[in-house]
T-cell receptor, first 111, second 109 residues
């Protein structure tokens, strides 16, 4: 089954403790992206990647890092999480120029 | 800055009615628009898209209309069903997607 898989789906952690949210897709898509979703603000793009070793900032990249060492994986790294990064996070992938497919989300709570 | 917005936060309809969800955008250079559906606990699901060289596109029970003169986009759902209850987002762009804040569609039997 074609899918975008995120892990973990839920995480409660504390300020300053580094965490990584993994994202994997099995559709051989070149493009991958991370979004955060907050009430009243909709989805906002954090980072995206057009291919292996190619990443670019989205609209809200501060406090986040990404890497794209393999085509199928695009982890989101929070080096020193803060409470304002409490949010619902989505990973997406696509063939470039086509609609993005989304994972089911990761809910992060940072205390 | 550029934005994509929605007119109404909630739309309530009866089963069998036609639903119309509206969206305004501000970037006159936008050339690709997408509608997504998001059910509770899930990620956005692609419904239909349209490019700026078109003003209408139809899918199964859904139609998207694009009015570039007034920078307005709408999603029409025919014969709305309870399973259509969800939040609907319009979005603009290819690699750098800009989303609206969403409209919640409530369908009552």
């Amino acid at each position: 089954e074609a899918q975008v898989t995120q892990n973990p789906r839920y995480l409660i952690t504390v300020t300053g403790k580094k965490l990584t949210v993994t994202c994997s897709q099995n559709m051989n898509h070149e493009y991958m992206s991370w979004y955060r979703q907050d009430p009243g603000l909709g989805l906002r793009q954090i980072y995206y990647s057009m291919n292996v070793e190619v990443t670019d900032k989205g609209d809200v990249p501060e406090g986040y890092k990404v890497s794209r060492k393999e085509k199928r994986n695009f982890p989101l790294i929070l080096e020193s999480p803060s409470p304002n990064q409490t949010s619902l996070y989505f990973c997406a992938s696509s063939i470039i120029g086509e609609p993005q497919h989304f994972g089911d989300g990761t809910r992060l709570s940072i205390l | 800055g550029e934005s994509v917005g929605l007119h109404l936060p909630t739309l309530s309809v009866q089963e069998g009615d036609n639903s119309i969800i509206n969206c305004a955008y501000s970037n006159s250079a936008s050339d690709y628009f997408i509608w997504y559906k998001q059910e509770s606990g899930k990620g956005p699901q692609f419904i239909i898209d349209i490019r700026s060289n078109m003003d209408k596109r139809q899918g199964q029970r859904v139609t998207v209309l694009l009015n570039k003169t007034v920078k307005h986009l709408s999603l029409q759902i025919a014969a709305t069903q309870p399973g259509d209850s969800a939040v609907y987002f319009c979005a603009e762009g290819f690699q750098k997607l800009v989303f609206g804040t969403g409209t919640r569609l409530l369908v009552s039997p």
